[in-house]
C-alpha cells in the first residue's frame, strides 16, 4: 500500500484541504509470506521486512526486500549470527547499508529483548 503526498500538514488536521491518496503497489516475485508486528525499514530504494510472527504466532527470522524501483520482492540471506527472531521491535536504517533493530519480544522464548 502506498500513501502519496503525506505533509506535516496532516498532523495539523489539514486534510480536508489535501486528502492522502491510498492505493494498492502490485509487486511481484518471492513475496514475505503474511505477518504481523514485523519492521518495514527504508534502505535506499527498497524496503527491508524483518521479524514478526504469523497467525500461528511462529516468530519469522527472513529477510526481504521490496526493491521500489521494480516493485519486486526477494529473500535476502545473512551473514553471521541473526537476532533472535521476534515481534514488536523497533528498526532504524543506519548508514547506506544497515539497519538497528532494537526491543520487541517472544513468547516462545518468554522475554522482552533489550539488545
Given at each position: ?56 504466532q511462529q516468530y519469522q527470522p527472513?529477510?526481504f526486500a521490496l526493491d521500489l ?47
Amino acid at each position: 500500500v502506498f500513501i502519496e503526498d503525506v505533509t506535516d500538514e496532516l498532523g495539523a488536521g489539514a486534510t480536508e484541504s489535501k486528502p492522502v491518496s491510498w492505493s494498492t503497489i502490485k509487486t511481484e516475485g518471492n513475496l514475505p509470506p503474511a505477518r504481523g508486528g514485523h519492521s518495514a525499514t527504508l534502505l535506499g530504494n527498497r524496503i527491508i521486512i524483518w521479524g514478526g510472527a504469523d497467525r500461528e504466532q511462529q516468530y519469522q527470522p527472513d529477510v526481504f526486500a521490496l526493491d521500489l524501483s521494480t516493485s519486486r520482492w526477494e529473500k535476502l540471506e545473512g551473514k553471521g549470527k541473526p537476532p533472535d527472531p521476534r515481534s514488536g521491535h523497533s528498526a532504524v536504517a543506519w548508514g547506506e547499508d544497515s539497519i538497528v533493530i532494537y526491543g520487541g519480544m517472544s513468547t516462545v522464548l518468554e522475554r522482552f529483548f533489550g539488545d
